[in-house]
């Protein structure tokens, strides 16, 4: 009996903490999402966001020098040209590299400075990708345990296909343009063989954000039609922006931002993008050589 009333106490614990971290979650949505907004109509994204912090979870100090001034320029613009500007100088590996050390608030406001591609099919190729942070230890290891262990079924999340033509439209109406995600397993091939599986398709669309409270645009990519409707995975949805173009037909140096929720875990509200859990995707420079 005691250790029933252990085990009780100790997941009654755990909910209430994921709980609290969801919300946490939500409020810095929230609050970097107006400090972004206001920066853009100011023209100041360095008083408005950097110099201020994001507050919510994880907060950040006046006048901090955060390496997200490497990539959003004093308007709220990507800074894309200059000595400084992390997205002309560094290559793909560097710039995820810097995106792997980001926390979750500066992941956003970068997401927010970001732009949607011209059509899914600027995007089209294999990208290889990453989870990141989200907001705290006990959130990050959440989405890789849904990711990896569930999503996955066991498998580390790889990254994704983008942009494949599934059905050409017809009479005015757009094509229908899908993907689906990578996973990183062992096969016994003589040996332990690192593949890369296929599982979960969705469908690609340019879509008005719901992250994003302006009347700017994401690709959005949508899970429901391919999931049954009890699935757990049916209100998944990312939205991805584009950080660094893709270059060349095989899409070298391209780093794209996401996105990640599904609306039960963001209560709801704008299909659960509040508790949107960011990862990236990208294409390596040399990856054709």
Request: aromatic fraction near 8%.
């Amino acid at each position: 009996q005691m250790i029933g009333t252990t085990i009780a106490a100790a997941a009654a614990a755990l909910t209430a903490a994921l709980a609290g971290s969801s919300a946490i979650n939500i409020y810095q949505t929230c609050t970097v999402a107006h400090r972004v907004a206001s920066g853009r109509e100011a023209g100041s994204f360095t008083t408005e966001y950097l110099s201020k912090g994001s507050g919510g979870g994880g907060g950040g100090g006046g006048g901090r020098r955060s390496l997200l001034e490497e990539y959003v320029a004093s308007d709220g613009t990507l800074l894309r040209k200059g000595s400084g500007a992390a997205l002309s100088r560094k290559a793909a590996a560097e710039v995820v590299s810097d995106l792997r050390r980001m926390p979750r608030r500066d992941l956003l406001a970068l997401f927010l400075s970001c732009d949607a591609p011209r059509d899914a099919s600027a995007v089209r190729g294999e990208w290889d990708g990453f989870l990141l942070e989200n907001n705290g230890p006990l959130m990050t290891a959440v989405s890789g345990f849904m990711t990896n262990r569930l999503f996955g079924r066991g498998r580390e999340w790889n990254g994704k296909v983008l942009a494949m033509v599934a059905e050409p439209g017809g009479d005015g109406t757009e094509d229908l343009v899908t993907g689906i995600n990578r996973f990183r397993s062992k096969a016994d091939l003589g040996g332990d063989v690192e593949v890369v599986d296929t599982e979960h398709r969705f469908n690609c669309f340019i879509r008005p954000s719901r992250l994003d409270s302006g009347s700017t645009e994401s690709l959005l990519l949508e899970y429901a039609p391919y999931q049954g409707r009890f699935s757990l995975w049916h209100g998944m949805r990312d939205e991805v922006r584009v950080l660094r173009p893709p270059k060349g037909k095989n899409g070298e140096g391209g780093v794209l931002l996401g996105m990640g929720c599904m609306t039960w875990s963001g209560a709801f509200w704008r299909d659960g993008f509040m508790n949107a859990a960011p990862f990236c995707i990208f294409i390596e420079d040399n990856r054709s050589k």
